[in-house]
């Protein structure tokens, strides 16, 4: 067990600082539009679906 706080431990606590720092600075070599915060887009909302929208209606074969 004191080989895992020792040695095992810190190793996999750099190499998970290593990836993230690696990983923040994979924005330097991006496009310059890749490397912007994605746009932020206007949601519309739309109300009930008039008639027209809806499908033709079936006639009831069952009688």
Not at 1 to 8: D, E, H, L, N, S
Not at 33 to 59: C, G, H, R, Y
Request: aromatic share 8%.
């Amino acid at each position: 067990m004191a080989i895992f706080r020792q040695y095992i431990a810190p190793l996999l606590v750099v190499l998970v600082f290593v990836f993230a720092l690696v990983a923040v600075s994979a924005r330097i070599f991006l496009p310059s539009d890749m490397a912007a915060p994605a746009p932020i887009e206007k949601i519309e909302v739309t109300s009930q679906p008039i008639p027209t929208d809806l499908p033709p209606a079936t006639p009831n074969l069952a009688s």
